[in-house]
């Protein structure tokens, strides 16, 4: 039976995080505990909040902006690996559209990359000027959901390895112009000297960040600001380096050096209080649909436990999204078969996927 166009659903499992069984139902695209009549069942499984893939640009491809029906493919191989919030840290296409289907994940987005002229992957950015900077943050306001992405370090041919893009003296004021508009700035970050000034000059998260150490991740930690990993996409550094090697040796060194530090430096990070997330990278140079394979990756580092949260329960509240099956939050949920806590090898297996109260997937 249906109302107002959602499918009336009972749900009876093991709901996590809080490991109990419980009985629920959806009735009008939320999640009720009281009982109603005539609903769809989908009884047992372990039933998680929707996934969260905290780094995933919809809408961007190796060469930059795509279509409209590329990028719903995008936002539609996530849904189905059961991430119904996406936080898409810049892409050059436009997705606002998805914002009124009921059948893709949520977008939290963060407008395009800022970068400067030849810095970074062409047409992917805006790209400016040091003394345009504040203002280019200002510009991606309108096409922000709360976030603004800079690129905090790329190769620079005349000092042949990475080097920071922006000055402190540049990007302090342009993090404190982004706060005084309500937003939160997270960066691109190889390097440990860009990840190291970006920190100290007050930013909120730090995508990829292979070169967090020493007091960067004591600092990290006691402002609570987000590393996003992306484990999947590390993978590609050798690939990085050798494409570089002949021209820029000291840049492929420096590559190969942060891919084989990079573990130790997150676990520093997790030891010392740093919230991680789970983000694919997907765009680009990563395919979607792969959150199981990240949360993989998180689990080998840090248990299980964590590395779900990392994609779940504490994304979400990172996120501002409800964080648990509670009576009246939105029914964006995923269930599996088996117990993901046991075996993380699951998440690869959604059974079924409901979505803004509407089941989407079932397998």
């Not at 939320?30 to 039933?47: C, K, N, S």
């Not at 189905?80 to 606002?96: F, K, Q, V, W």
């Not at 680009?284 to 299980?304: C, K, N, S, T, W």
Request: aromatic share 6%; charged share 25%; with cysteine.
């Amino acid at each position: 039976m249906t109302t107002n166009g959602s499918t009336r659903l009972h749900l009876d499992g093991v709901v996590l995080p809080d490991g109990e069984r419980r009985e629920l139902w959806i009735v009008d695209g939320l999640v009720r505990t009281e009982a109603v009549r005539d609903a769809v069942d989908l009884t047992g499984g372990y039933i998680l909040p929707g996934l969260v893939d905290a780094h995933c640009h919809v809408g961007l491809e190796m060469h930059g902006a795509v279509p409209d029906d590329v990028a719903e493919q995008h936002a539609l191989a996530d849904r189905d690996a059961g991430a119904l919030l996406l936080r898409s840290p810049g892409s050059p296409t436009d997705t606002r559209w998805m914002d009124d289907r009921t059948d893709l994940p949520d977008l939290i987005r963060a407008g395009r990359h800022i970068a400067r002229p030849k810095r970074y992957i062409r047409d992917y950015g805006d790209e400016v000027e040091p003394e345009e900077l504040v203002a280019a943050v200002e510009a991606q306001v309108p096409h922000s959901d709360g976030w603004i992405k800079l690129v905090g370090d790329w190769i620079d041919r005349e000092v042949g390895d990475l080097a920071p893009l922006w000055s402190p003296q540049v990007v302090r004021p342009a993090i404190d112009r982004a706060h005084e508009l309500g937003l939160r700035v997270t960066a691109h970050v190889f390097g440990e000297q860009a990840a190291a000034e970006l920190v100290e000059a007050g930013i909120d998260g730090i995508e990829h960040g292979t070169g967090i150490t020493g007091r960067t991740v004591e600092l990290m930690a006691e402002r609570q600001v987000a590393l996003v990993p992306t484990l999947i996409q590390l993978e590609n550094f050798e690939s990085f380096a050798a494409q570089g090697e002949t021209r820029f040796p000291t840049y492929a060194a420096h590559m190969r050096s942060l891919y084989a530090t990079r573990l130790e430096r997150f676990r520093d990070a997790y030891e010392a209080g740093v919230p991680i997330f789970a983000g694919t990278d997907a765009g680009g140079y990563q395919p979607h649909g792969r959150i199981a394979d990240e949360v993989l990756m998180l689990g080998e580092l840090f248990g299980a436990d964590y590395a779900l949260g990392a994609a779940c329960w504490r994304a979400r509240n990172w996120l501002g999204r409800p964080d648990a099956l509670a009576d009246g939050v939105p029914a964006d949920l995923v269930i599996f078969d088996d117990d993901p806590r046991k075996d993380l090898r699951v998440l690869n297996h959604p059974r079924s996927v409901v979505l803004k109260g509407n089941l989407v997937g079932q397998h």
